[in-house]
Every structure is written in C-alpha cells, then in structure tokens.
C-alpha cells in the first residue's frame, strides 16, 4: 500500500528528514517545539514622616489700673524627626537548574533503524544529567489499537545507552526503563547519536510524530 509522504515541518531548529518509500518505512512528522519565558518582579520602598512643635508667650492687665510687672514666659520645642528604615528588597530565591539549551535535533530512518541526533549549546555527560536532574528526550507519538500512545526515548543518566518510558496524561512520563536494541555514540561533548529498533519501542511502521524535548524533572 503506498504510503504519503508528510510534509516535512522545520520549527525551533528542529530539523525533520523526508521518508523513504517502502512498505516497511516510517513517515517522520516532525511536531514543532515551543518555549515560553517567564519574569519574575521585585519592589521595595520606603517612608518617612516628621512632626514638628511651636512655643507662645503672653501677658495683660485690667483697663484703667497700674499695669503690674509681668514676667514673660517663652517655652520652644526642637522639632523632630523620625525617619522609618527601608523595607529590605524580597529574598531572590537560589536558581534552580536549567534545562540543556537544545541547539538541533533529526530523526531519520536508516534501512529499519532509527537514528536519532542531537545537539545542544552546552557539553554534558551523563553524570551531570542525573545531577542536575536533567533530561534529553524524543517524543514519539503514533496510532495503535484504535487510539494514539506516546512513548519517550530518552539519554541514559546511569551511562551509555537508551531510556524508554510511557508518556502519562499529566503530560511527563512514567518510570524510565533500559531500551533494549538501542546504541549510542558521542562525537562530541555536545552531541549524541542513538540508532533505534522500532520494534522495540513498539512503533508500527506508520505515520510518527516527534518532537526533541529538553527538561528538568519536575
């Protein structure tokens, strides 16, 4: 049965490859990627109020009468100030740990394997992934049994090698087991190279959609 060819989608550097035409290929959909910024604001201010006195004096006498000494009485205030300290600025909570900024991502069929690339700004090894709790993924989406399934494929934290995990409805995914079948290589420190058995992650061959995820758990 012939199999149409998808249009191939490029967004946030995301690269798709074009499908090769045989019964047992894969259509490679390219989903997009999105990112959001978030801002955070701060403010501070201060008051200050004062209070100030006056002094009077005084002094008379009756009409028509011999006007008595009088003594004269001045009382004065200092005025004063009072000057409130500044509220302190909020405490800036410590940063937590970015994800890996992914600079390029393919998904190609080679024969009946799966290769997947990936390339990010900043080296990493998988030591440091399972320190700073981060995670380089492919979201592979795919019709099965009547309805879709989602499954990541994700870089070992523990060392060389493939994750797999089944994508929940919350939108992360399950517990993360070792991907049988899969191989991986490092040209650099900023790259990985994995070849994929579809069969083992149990993708028909069909249309697949995926998308090149960089996150931090939680």
């Given at each position: 049965?012939?199999?149409?060819?998808?249009?191939?989608?490029?967004?946030?550097g995301i690269a798709a490859s074009a499908p090769a035409a045989s019964p047992?290929?894969?259509?490679?959909?390219?989903?997009?990627?999105?990112?959001?910024?978030?801002?955070?604001?701060?403010?501070?201010?201060?008051?200050?109020?004062?209070?100030?006195?006056?002094?009077?004096?005084?002094?008379?006498?009756?009409?028509?009468?011999?006007?008595?000494?009088?003594?004269?009485?001045?009382?004065?205030?200092?005025?004063?100030?009072?000057?409130?300290?500044?509220?302190?600025?909020?405490?800036?909570?410590?940063?937590?740990t970015r994800p890996l900024h992914l600079h390029a991502a393919s998904l190609?069929?080679?024969?009946?394997?799966?290769?997947?690339?990936?390339?990010?700004?900043?080296?990493?090894?998988?030591?440091?992934?399972?320190?700073?709790?981060?995670?380089?993924?492919?979201?592979?989406?795919?019709?099965?049994?009547?309805?879709?399934?989602?499954?990541d494929v994700c870089a070992n934290r523990r060392g060389r090698g493939m994750?797999?995990?089944?994508?929940?409805?919350?939108?992360?995914?399950?517990?993360?087991?070792?991907?049988?079948?899969?191989?991986?290589?490092?040209?650099?420190?900023?790259?990985?190279?994995?070849?994929?058995?579809?069969?083992?992650?149990?993708?028909?061959?069909?249309?697949?959609?995926?998308?090149?995820?960089?996150?931090?758990?939680?």
């Amino acid at each position: 049965m012939p199999i149409a060819a998808a249009a191939l989608v490029a967004a946030g550097g995301i690269a798709a490859s074009a499908p090769a035409a045989s019964p047992m290929d894969l259509v490679l959909d390219n989903g997009g990627a999105s990112h959001s910024t978030a801002t955070a604001s701060s403010g501070g201010g201060a008051g200050m109020t004062s209070t100030d006195g006056s002094g009077s004096s005084g002094g008379g006498a009756a009409p028509g009468s011999t006007p008595p000494a009088t003594t004269t009485k001045t009382t004065a205030t200092t005025p004063t100030t009072i000057a409130t300290t500044p509220a302190p600025a909020p405490a800036v909570p410590e940063p937590k740990t970015r994800p890996l900024h992914l600079h390029a991502a393919s998904l190609r069929q080679d024969g009946q394997a799966l290769v997947l690339s990936l390339s990010t700004s900043d080296p990493w090894t998988a030591a440091s992934l399972l320190r700073g709790k981060r995670s380089l993924c492919v979201r592979l989406v795919y019709s099965a049994s009547g309805g879709f399934q989602s499954r990541d494929v994700c870089a070992n934290r523990r060392g060389r090698g493939m994750t797999i995990a089944r994508v929940l409805r919350s939108g992360g995914h399950g517990p993360l087991h070792t991907l049988a079948g899969a191989t991986t290589s490092r040209p650099s420190t900023r790259t990985l190279t994995a070849r994929l058995d579809p069969t083992k992650i149990g993708l028909p061959y069909a249309s697949v959609r995926w998308r090149a995820l960089s996150t931090t758990d939680g």
